[in-house]
């Protein structure tokens, strides 16, 4: 069994934002040699998220609608409990489990095996700093 | 390090939709030949989904309630800046966020290692057209 | 290619609750002898949830009052048709599909690779008796 760990480093320039890191991937799946196995990738940061979705701008204009919506920024202590720690980021982390954590993406013939759309985006919620994203990669 | 690959085919007549596809993934793992390991199932399509949950059709009608409320269907491009690129599914892919697209699961002693009531669904959001599932197996 | 293969017996004394299991599923990593591989951690059960996000109350406070606003409780047959079965928790179903039902975690030099922040939980949403979480190990 052979196996690759890499880490990405993302800066998004804002509070919300999504990233494609579809070829970052790739690459590493390319470095790792696995022509079979499975690829994880996951945000290290638990105000981000890793998801695979449309590269389409519309779309994710659409996500950061609904994900305010859903659970919208309230720096308020008495609406979420988590600012009274001193932080006002606590709807990041509900927007985080909306879109998921982590996806793990099938390696066939030495490439990501996926669908006609299938994309992979950093999706970030509370920004403006470095965050880490882990690619692990096991098989043969 | 054994590994196997396989891709099932979905055709939901209808724009949403829950198949129970536990069997075809049981045979799948059968076929793999592997008794302990990892199975990963996933949609290979961004507007349907694959996820676990009871086998019992009440519950797949308040999913699609629920899922309704959540993410509503809209054609306006004006309501889902994703329907100005001549789509009008921008609500299935949310629905597809909140569903998920992959399971992993556990195989041992040859088996799918389930607890008593948990079945793989394929979740459609917009049908009517055939889709692919990939069932990837790697272990020993 | 090693594997390792553990269940543990949650018991959560209230319907809804959280109960960081991070400890438990590091012991199981160092039990398994892998030091490069892939850790899944999942529910057995379809009204509960493994996550992975912060270790605070307050967030976990945040999270309880969140899910009861998009998945509230209402033993009505006729707001949830699942409840036609006899059971009340049509609700648990839906925040457990939130909160997701596993996660998969890297394990690199022996450890759960995290980042700074990440705890791995499991989150109840129709306790009160006993349930199972699983943790399958592969890699070498």
Known sequence: MKSH??????N????????????QVSDCVRASGVQEGLCLVNS????????INDNESGLHHDFGVWLEELAPFNPDPNVYHHNRTGEDNADAHLKRTIMGREVVVAITKGKLDFGPWEAIFYGE?????????LVKIIGE
């Open 5 to 10: 760990t890499q880490y990405l480093t993302m």
């Open 12 to 23: 998004v320039p804002s509070s919300m934002g999504f990233v494609n890191i579809t070829t």
């Open 44 to 51: 290290m940061h638990i105000t981000s998220s890793v998801f």
């Open 125 to 133: 919620f509370d920004g403006r700093r470095n965050k880490r994203v």
